[in-house]
């Protein structure tokens, strides 16, 4: 089903979505964040993707995991200079952190809770509206290319 076969109020919402590019806030996932110089290794150890040559600005999809391997939350992390950005399904994240915590021993790994809002920018033309009001070049990006941005750089 495409937007344009939706009730006349919802298709004008979803429009854009088809036919330009978007901005859409995501329901307030949790979030957290990896810092320290052992960050890959620790969390390379108990997530189902391959962090290893995750460069700064990429990303990847997988599920953090128990000892014994049982799947507890499905986790987008990012890459940044100094960190892994770990964004969570809503509610998982306090669990989450008490759970990679205990792992920790002589690693080099603090974890924090950032405060963030999380913005998707979709569409066809979603190259090009990041390019214009974000400073980014999607043409070639990864599906998991990301970056900071602020409320001014969309206003």
Same mark, same amino acid.
């Given at each position: 089903?495409?937007?344009?076969?939706?009730?006349?109020?919802?298709?004008?919402?979803?429009?854009?979505?088809?036919?330009?590019?978007?901005?859409?806030?995501?329901?307030?996932?949790?979030?957290?964040?990896?810092?320290?110089?052992?960050?890959?290794?620790?969390?390379?150890?108990?997530?189902?993707?391959?962090?290893?040559?995750?460069?700064?600005?990429?990303? $990847?999809?997988? /599920? &953090?995991?128990?000892?014994?391997?049982?799947?507890?939350?499905? *986790?987008?992390? !990012?890459?940044? #200079?100094? +960190?892994?950005?770990?964004?969570?399904?809503?509610?998982?994240?306090?669990?989450?952190?008490?759970?990679?915590?205990?792992?920790?021993?002589?690693?080099?790994?603090?974890?924090?809770?950032?405060? $963030?809002?999380? /913005? &998707?920018?979709?569409?066809?033309?979603?190259?090009?509206?990041? *390019?214009?009001? !974000?400073?980014? #070049?999607? +043409?070639?990006?990864?599906?998991?290319?990301?970056?900071?941005?602020?409320?001014?750089?969309?206003?």
């Amino acid at each position: 089903m495409s937007a344009l076969d939706l009730p006349a109020p919802l298709r004008d919402d979803l429009h854009p979505l088809e036919t330009t590019a978007a901005v859409v806030r995501l329901d307030d996932p949790d979030s957290l964040r990896l810092v320290g110089a052992d960050r890959i290794a620790y969390l390379n150890g108990r997530i189902t993707c391959d962090l290893a040559a995750l460069a700064a600005g990429a990303g $990847r999809l997988g /599920f &953090l995991t128990a000892r014994k391997g049982q799947v507890l939350a499905s *986790a987008r992390v !990012l890459a940044t #200079d100094d +960190a892994l950005e770990l964004t969570l399904p809503a509610g998982q994240g306090a669990a989450m952190r008490e759970h990679l915590g205990t792992y920790i021993v002589t690693e080099d790994v603090r974890i924090e809770t950032p405060s $963030r809002a999380t /913005f &998707l920018v979709i569409g066809p033309d979603a190259p090009a509206f990041a *390019a214009a009001h !974000l400073g980014v #070049d999607l +043409a070639d990006a990864d599906p998991y290319a990301h970056g900071p941005a602020t409320g001014a750089d969309v206003g």
